[in-house]
């Protein structure tokens, strides 16, 4: 709770704008997300999902307005010590072996028991056979499983994640949806799969041009629609400003 009794945001937007040189990324863009709450962050290409993902782990900036992560900057340590995120295309270091990316990353992150955490890691998405293997060699898939990995090795409190289940093979995507629904904290979550957004969220933010246009709960998005209309064609129309 905040000094005035109000709950504390976890990850909070106010006004955020950012363009980069002369093309608009983001347009006054507000909304918070409280502790332990799971959003996903829905919009068009090019809506500026990716673009909000990265001013909230600080590799952005804000042109005007503020970011902020349980009350700190982004670029803080407190705030550092806490995200984990998977970037869109993320690329673990391609000259390192599985094992080594995380243990190297492990170890920059101060985990205590570095190796037995890769251990696990490593077998609840299926990368043990790769343990040896360099990064440059993997499938995309692989290569995803790995940066997943990666976001989760320091038992982050906050998980940004962005498009998490790309290039992943079914069996994986559910065995991710298994291991993310199991951690606890706040997650925002960037997706065009509303199925995924179903199973591992249960509010969203929508976006479009940069611009806010709508949250709340899956279930308020699902009641937009007709009782039998698919929730694809809900958001859609709600994207498209047909509704
Ligand atoms: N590095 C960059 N340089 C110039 N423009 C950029 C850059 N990154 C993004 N943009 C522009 O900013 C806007 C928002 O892009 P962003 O990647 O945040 O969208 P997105 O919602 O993640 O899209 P997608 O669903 O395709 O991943 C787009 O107009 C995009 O072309
Ligand atoms: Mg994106």
């Avoid at 950012?18 to 959003?39: H, M, Q, T, W």
């Amino acid at each position: 709770m905040s000094s005035t009794g109000s709950p504390v945001a976890c990850i909070e937007l106010a006004h955020v704008s950012k363009s980069y040189g002369r093309v608009p990324a983001l347009n006054d863009l507000s909304f918070e997300i409280p502790v332990g709450g799971r959003c996903a962050l829905l919009g068009p290409n090019g809506a500026g999902k990716s673009t909000t993902l990265k001013l909230l782990v600080g590799s952005l900036r804000p042109d005007t307005g503020h970011v902020k992560i349980l009350g700190s900057s982004p670029d803080s340590r407190a705030s550092k010590s806490v995200v984990g995120y998977l970037p869109e295309d993320a690329l673990p270091y391609r000259m390192l072996s599985v094992r080594e990316n995380l243990e190297y990353i492990g170890a920059l992150r101060g985990v205590p028991d570095v190796k037995g955490r890769a251990d696990f890691l490593m077998d609840e998405l299926d990368l043990r056979q790769y343990e040896r293997a360099n990064v440059g060699r993997l499938s995309r898939g692989n290569t995803q499983k790995l940066a997943i990995a990666l976001a989760l090795i320091h038992y982050p409190k906050v998980l940004l994640l962005d498009e998490p289940l790309n290039y992943l093979d079914i069996p994986t995507q559910e065995k991710v949806i298994t291991l993310l629904d199991g951690l606890e904290g706040t997650h925002l979550v960037s997706t065009h799969i509303m199925s995924i957004a179903n199973r591992l969220t249960d509010s969203v933010v929508m976006i479009s041009n940069g611009m806010f246009l709508w949250e709340g709960t899956i279930e308020e998005l699902k009641k937009r629609g007709s009782p039998d209309e698919p929730i694809e064609k809900v958001v859609a129309r709600m994207m498209t400003g047909a509704s």
